[in-house]
């Protein structure tokens, strides 16, 4: 069996190809890590022992064959479950690209997690029971995969081989997705008729369905647009260079430098910059890495920079294009994930992560709720446990923020119980983005 690693290597260009970053998203059962699993092994992705602890827990469990759905469930009370409760990450490389690989656990209680797994995706793999149809929890993370800035989805209306490959089974669930796309201004959405249990239209073409000429799931994966989730390829409208100063680096014989990573845009030697929230401007006057001094820093890079100016610039503070300044904001409207049992209402405090400056915060509103299944936002006072919708924050130190749709990392922060210190919530600055209901 090839392993991952000598795919890896052996693959033409490897080092050099482009990373694909997709998340399996879904309602619970409907099949997302069984068919992860079925995309793995038929690419020959797994080690020999990987398969022979599948096959074991297969026994132990029951299972009348080899349970794939094991390749990613790998928790104790997974398995026993025959749930995923955690975000299951693996890689993966063929001979056309690489991927790193995000299986969600698709049960309501863990739409946190879910969460987090799609936040740095280039693209959603939405797996749907096609004997079931589209249900609520599956609408919930394909809003929120939506709203956390994901453009692409393979869609795979899974299980056809329960509906005896009925072309309206199928048909279904096309149009119930691609309206659901419409409705979240998501351009591209391909969906695929599968069985992930026997692997049909997975990595290879099936037989099963002769109606059906596009691409498997593997193709399809293959030929997405990937990469630059941090920059202007996963901005829609796209921002200037930003560095969130993550540490300040004394360096010796006097002076210091401020690392961090850089998003939204390329930053060069000799740029003008300007330090949020201080405004002060200067210089770029050296980029370096632990491999060395660069002219230049792209997205994504974690650089040290050298200013021209004496400036008092702390961890927490932003290092913008001069071009493009963010705004300084101490209020600002957001939409928001909430995850938390007790509810979110007007007045709870709470501490505000954005980029790397941490916060205390005030909900001076609750403004809306988004219902999934209409797609509209209503008035209301309170969020509600795995609710999606809008709030009023206010925060006592200044935030250097984007609009979500410009960048995903200036527009994003996370809210933390100040007691618990518990992740309560995933934001984005600004409202949700939906295009009007074209049956109403």
Not at 142 to 156: F, H, P
Not at 220 to 225: D, K, N, R, V
Not at 365 to 370: E, F, I, N
Request: negative net charge; contains cysteine.
């Amino acid at each position: 069996m090839t392993t991952l690693a000598t795919t890896a290597q052996s693959a033409p260009g490897a080092a050099s190809m482009d990373l694909l970053r997709f998340a399996a998203v879904g309602s619970v059962d409907d099949g997302k890590s069984t068919l992860i699993g079925r995309l793995l092994h038929d690419t020959k992705q797994l080690f020999d022992d990987q398969l022979a602890a599948i096959n074991a827990a297969s026994e132990r469990r029951g299972v009348g064959g080899v349970d794939l759905s094991f390749v990613t469930d790998g928790l104790r009370a997974e398995r026993e479950q025959g749930i995923t409760i955690d975000v299951a990450y693996r890689y993966a490389a063929t001979p056309a690209r690489k991927f790193i690989i995000a299986d969600c656990p698709g049960h309501v209680q863990y739409t946190r997690n879910m969460a987090t797994g799609a936040s740095t995706a280039d693209l959603a793999l939405v797996v749907i029971d096609a004997s079931q149809g589209l249900r609520e929890q599956t609408r919930r993370h394909v809003c929120i995969a939506a709203l956390l800035g994901v453009r692409q989805l393979v869609v795979t209306a899974n299980k056809m081989d329960l509906t005896d490959w009925d072309t309206g089974a199928f048909a279904r669930v096309e149009a119930e997705i691609r309206a659901l796309a419409r409705r979240l201004l998501v351009p591209a959405c391909t969906v695929i008729p599968v069985s992930a249990l026997h692997g049909d239209n997975v990595a290879t073409r099936s037989a099963a369905a002769p109606w059906y000429d596009g691409p498997t799931v593997l193709e399809a994966l293959e030929q997405a647009p990937a990469g630059g989730w941090a920059g202007a390829n996963g901005a829609h409208e796209g921002s200037g260079a930003r560095l969130p100063v993550q540490w300040i680096l004394r360096q010796p014989g006097g002076g210091r430098t401020y690392a961090g990573m850089v998003n939204g845009g390329s930053l060069r030697n000799g740029d003008e910059v300007v330090i949020v929230p201080s405004g002060r401007r200067t210089r770029i006057t050296s980029l370096s890495t632990p491999d060395g001094a660069r002219t230049d820093a792209p997205v994504g890079l974690s650089v040290s920079i050298g200013l021209a100016d004496d400036i008092d610039v702390s961890r927490g503070d932003l290092i913008a294009a001069a071009d493009d300044v963010p705004e300084v904001a101490t209020e600002l409207d957001a939409t928001v994930c909430w995850f938390a049992e007790r509810p979110l209402e007007h007045g709870s405090r709470l501490r505000v992560k954005h980029t790397t400056r941490v916060t205390p915060g005030q909900v001076a509103a609750v403004t809306g709720r988004l219902d999934v299944n209409d797609l509209t936002v209503s008035a209301t006072e309170t969020l509600g446990e795995n609710d999606i919708g809008t709030v009023r924050l206010s925060t006592a130190a200044p935030l250097a923020v984007d609009p979500y749709r410009r960048n995903r990392i200036t527009g994003s922060f996370i809210l933390i119980d100040p007691v618990t210190h518990a992740t309560v919530a995933a934001g984005m600055v600004g409202l949700p983005h939906l295009a009007p209901d074209e049956d109403r």
